[in-house]
């Protein structure tokens, strides 16, 4: 999911180069315009608030990969889609690539979760379900909501945010 957040952060050494997020020049403004002071403040108000706006997620997402602890997120975005399959075969196939990409010991995007976590999702996505990776899903967003997202309402990505989404309301409402 390429995201357009280039609008509103600003190249800095204290993050990551932006530009893959850039949009093309000319949708540059009509999206910038888009997002309005009171939405960025309000993923201040609940990391759910925060996951449920195209922009923020892509934010939150960005502040992650700057800090080399992006899997947790991704993990979490990968249940989301795999609750939505339908086909029990896409199921299966789908559970163990997440599987072996996130929760098997050494896997490239390993999440941090306990051994009994890990074999109890180990057991039930032997016959996957629509629910199977709930419990593993809802530990990795609890970390996430308890440690990343008050870091990433702390840093200077964030403020930026608030400080570029404040500027731009108010040379609109000049």
Not at 87 to 97: D, E, I, P, Q, R
Not at 127 to 143: R, T
Request: charged fraction near 30%; include cysteine; charge should be positive.
């Amino acid at each position: 999911m390429k995201t357009r957040l280039g609008c509103l952060s600003k190249k800095s050494d204290s993050y990551t180069d932006f530009s893959e997020f850039l949009p093309p020049a000319h949708e540059t403004t009509a999206r910038c315009l888009k997002l309005s002071t009171d939405e960025v403040v309000r993923w201040s108000e609940s990391f759910d608030h925060l996951l449920a706006h195209k922009y923020g997620l892509a934010a939150f997402r960005t502040f992650l990969k700057s800090e080399f602890s992006d899997e947790n997120i991704e993990f979490w975005m990968a249940c989301e889609e795999y609750k939505k399959i339908k086909s029990s075969t896409k199921l299966v196939s789908k559970a163990n690539k997440i599987f072996k990409e996130f929760i098997e010991v050494q896997s490239p995007r390993e999440v941090n979760i306990d051994y009994r976590t890990r074999e109890k999702t180990k057991q039930i996505l032997s016959d996957p379900s629509p629910a199977s990776l709930n419990e593993v899903q809802g530990k990795i967003y609890c970390l996430m909501e308890k440690d990343s997202y008050p870091r990433f309402l702390r840093s200077k990505m964030y403020q930026d945010i608030v400080n570029r989404a404040h500027a731009q309301g108010q040379r609109r409402s000049v």
